[in-house]
């Protein structure tokens, strides 16, 4: 599938299969794949919790206001945005740009500066939306990357995050985004036809706001 189709073709889908599994190889390719995503500095601040076990699932239901698609997907993806992702990942991220020439060994401290100085302290306002926007693009990559490998997904952020956090030991620093269902739709169900979407020329304008 070319990408304008899987672009085309995504959909939220709100009935999947139950009880057909989504093997952890392909998950990890899926999840591999997605990983081309870019982010700031390509720190890569995320982390996901796979939930495929169906107890667990069933709590991540509960958690995710009773919503069906948290148990009744092959795998539901905890997404999680670590503003720690700048301290944890700079130091592999300024090595792996070294050892392929983008930069000097001189210039690892002014880029290491760089980082603390665009993304604030650990605990700041901007450290947060530094996690969560470059980890809302890893997974919208996921969601893409799934429809390449025929399956479907339902992004989710109706969920209590402290009940998440609770549940599967996730530390208070970190933040949910979203949680995403993956799995296959499931037979019977026809989709409804895709919901409003907004005209470009209302919200696009060229050269200023
Ligand atoms: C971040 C995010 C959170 C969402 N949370 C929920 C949710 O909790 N429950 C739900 O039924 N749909 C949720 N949706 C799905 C949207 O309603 C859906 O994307 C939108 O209606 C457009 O439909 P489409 O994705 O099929 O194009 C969410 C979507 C996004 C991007």
Known sequence: MDVLQALKERRSINFFETGKELPDEKISELLELANFAPSSFDLQPWRVVVVKDPERKKALRKCAFDQPKAEEASAVLIMIADPKGVEENVGWVLDSWQELGYIKPEDRETYAGMTRSLYGTEDSLIRKFFAVKNTALYAMNIMLAA????????????????????????????????????????????????AFRRNVNEFVKFNTF
């Not at 429809?147 to 969920?159: A, C, I, Q, S, Y």
């Open 147 to 194: 429809k390449g490998f025929g399956l479907e997904t339902h992004p989710m952020d109706g969920f209590d995050e402290a009940c998440i956090k609770k549940e599967f030991h996730i530390p208070e620093d970190k933040i949910i985004p979203m949680l995403i269902a993956v799995g296959w739709l499931r037979s019977g169900i026809t989709l409804l036809p895709r």
